[in-house]
């Protein structure tokens, strides 16, 4: 392998990625026993462990989340080719230091493994975001998320005081921090779309006439988070 600067440069941030070279170099990766070490469906956890996909972290019903007590990212995979991706990150802004914004991320969907160790996620469209940063006008708000990855690479390694450990490259090579194992059954949402779309339109319709009619918001605790939520989503478009 000739070391050219870019070839030390992403060494440097990703030694793991350095026995077949970084992608980008002119060497192809291959998909093979390396990524193999153990598959990947389980729930994998960065740093702490902190976060953790499924029910502890995002109702996506209601947009709600429940915040970890640290920073960090999980991703959990079924081998029949369903993923999840938990985020609660902060960053800083070195020209207003108490400006610091956090943000709060998650959705889920389908992923493919391509035959050069590539993985394509295609997000089911229910995934959201909130943004929190106290020097905006706004200091807190939600957005949705429907990010389609293209994660480069992908290897498991055996650590020896870790056990499995999952290093993802993310679409411009950058490392995405060194994922373990928390557990090997995932920790995940139903694996579907958990706002519909079309029902979102037929509430939005109910939600009018009832307006419409003075009849007061359907917010019964007993009709629902799911009903609440179309409700939400009445409200916006609404507005809109
Ligand atoms: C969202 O739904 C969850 C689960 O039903 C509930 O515990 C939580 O209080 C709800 N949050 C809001 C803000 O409605
Ligand atoms: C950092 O703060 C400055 C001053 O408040 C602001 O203009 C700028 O947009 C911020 N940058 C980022 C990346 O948040
Ligand atoms: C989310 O992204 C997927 C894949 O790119 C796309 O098929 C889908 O229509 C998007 N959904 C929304 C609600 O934007
Ligand atoms: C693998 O193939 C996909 C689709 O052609 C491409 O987008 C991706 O960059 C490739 N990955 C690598 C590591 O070459």
């Not at 992403?10 to 030694?15: F, Q, R, T, V, Y």
């Not at 070279?21 to 702490?48: D, F, I, K």
């Not at 990150?89 to 956090?102: D, E, L, Q, V």
């Not at 609440?228 to 478009?237: E, F, G, K």
Request: proline share 6%; charged share 10%; hydrophobic share 40%.
């Amino acid at each position: 392998m000739r070391l050219t600067l870019a070839t030390a440069f992403a060494l440097a941030i990703s030694p793991v990625f350095s026995q077949s070279g970084p992608a980008g170099t002119g060497e192809q990766m291959v998909l093979n026993s390396e990524h193999n070490v153990t598959s990947l469906e389980g729930t994998w956890s960065s740093g702490s462990r902190a976060v953790v996909t499924g029910a502890g972290f995002a109702n996506p019903v209601n947009r709600t989340f429940t915040f970890p007590v640290n920073t960090g990212v999980s991703f959990s995979f079924l081998n029949s080719g369903f993923y999840e991706i938990a985020q609660y990150r902060f960053f800083g802004n070195g020209s207003a230091p108490n400006c610091i914004t956090g943000t709060t991320t998650w959705e889920h969907g389908t992923f493919v493994i391509l035959g050069n160790a590539s993985i394509i996620t295609t997000p089911f469209g229910d995934g959201f975001q909130q943004v929190q940063n106290p020097c905006l006008a706004t200091s807190s708000f939600i957005q949705s998320y429907n990010y389609t990855g293209l994660y480069r690479s992908f290897r498991i390694f055996q650590d020896p005081v870790d056990g499995p450990k999952l290093q993802i490259a993310n679409f411009d090579d950058s490392p995405v921090a060194p994922l373990f194992l928390v557990s090997a059954t995932p920790s995940m949402l139903p694996t579907r779309p958990l706002i519909n779309v079309t029902a979102t339109a037929a509430a939005s319709k109910r939600e009018l006439k009832k307006r419409s009619a003075g009849e007061r918001a359907w917010t019964s605790a007993s009709a629902g988070a799911l009903v609440l939520s179309l409700v939400t989503a009445a409200a916006t478009s609404i507005i809109l």
